[in-house]
């Protein structure tokens, strides 16, 4: 049974850090690229950052240099750091793995966890 499953979130004030963690099971995680995505009230969800298979990672514009994406293959977990978190960073973050190979492919999605920045 593939499971994904966010932790980490909460209430920060603005210039505060949280990490996230993303703990995956069922599906060879190795083989898969890791993304946070983020959704805030009344707006489209956004990919935030990724890390592929290879470890090369990309970011959105507005969380590079703050926001750090990582992954475990030994414990199957993703993270995301979040350094000097701004009131706009405030969402639900939801973690995905993907993968696509010749004669396969896989798309999973956790529930979220609520980042909230503010004073």
């Known amino acids: 049974q593939v499971q994904v499953v966010e932790s980490g979130g909460g209430l920060v004030q603005p210039g505060g850090s949280l990490r996230l963690s993303c703990v995956a099971s069922?599906?060879?995680?190795?083989?898969?690229?890791m993304s946070w995505y983020r959704q805030a009230p009344g707006k489209e969800r956004e990919l935030v950052a990724q890390i592929t298979g290879a470890d090369v990672t990309t970011y959105t514009g507005s969380v590079k240099g703050r926001f750090t994406i990582s992954r475990d293959n030994a414990k199957n977990t993703a993270y995301l750091q979040m350094n000097s978190l701004k009131p706009e960073d405030t969402a639900v973050y939801s973690c995905n793995a993907r993968g696509v190979g010749w004669g396969w492919s896989g798309d999973y999605w956790g529930r979220g966890t609520q980042v909230t920045v503010s004073s």
């Open positions: 069922g599906f060879i995680f190795s083989d898969y690229a």
